[in-house]
């Protein structure tokens, strides 16, 4: 099956200090979603983005089908900005079911 | 409105006990799934439901019973559950599934004595 991996898997950073999260995938995939879990277990969805750039206040997400990977953009972040990212992917052929990749651990410090 | 919702949100259980989740959502959606996520892990699919119908179950043990008793509401029936079942089960649902956009409600943590 498809192979979704995330990068890096753990990052830390100042509170205002900007950020990129990565998302390989190893064949091509029909839709791709990000999402933040939160420390309570919640899962956020921040953006069903399958090609294109999408933004949504300070994230932004860009994914580039064709070169099979995805981008998360975090700016100014803050405290509450700190859980796990995970980003997940429809593969193609057929297969309805979202593949998510291991998830990037996020620590934001004051 | 973009909700689904779950409960309990905490629930600790015997090995000889019978209990269950509930998850509803209020969206129209037609699909509705059931996820386990161990600690430190990304979440794993367990059931899917089309329509009210069983359309996935990955291998899943028997001790785990999902019920669709109509479009809104999904059940997950739980006897006989072994310590390392304990994790987060998280519901979702997406419009018609296949290639929609899934989302989650808030999960049960389930703690196995």
Known sequence: GIQVEQSPPDL?????ANSTLRCNFSDSVNNLQWFHQNPWGQLINLFY????????GRLSATTVAT???????IS???TTDSGVYF???FPG????????GKGT?????? | DTEVTQTPKHLVMGMTNKKSLKCEQHMGHRAMYWYKQKA????ELMFVYSYEKLSINESVPSRFSPECPNSSLLNLHLHALQPEDSALYLCASSHSGGLDEQYFGPGTRLTVT
Do not use: D, H, M
């Open chain 2, 40 to 43: 430190k892990k990304p979440p």
């Open chain 1, 93 to 100: 052929a057929g297969s309805y079911q979202l593949t998510f």
């Open chain 1, 76 to 78: 100014s972040s803050q």
């Open chain 1, 105 to 110: 651990k996020l620590s934001v410090i004051p």
């Open chain 1, 12 to 16: 830390i950073l100042q509170e205002g």
């Open chain 1, 49 to 56: 983005i399958p090609s294109g750039t999408k933004q949504n």
């Open chain 1, 67 to 73: 070169e099979r990977y995805s981008l998360l953009y």
């Open chain 1, 87 to 89: 980003c997940a992917a």
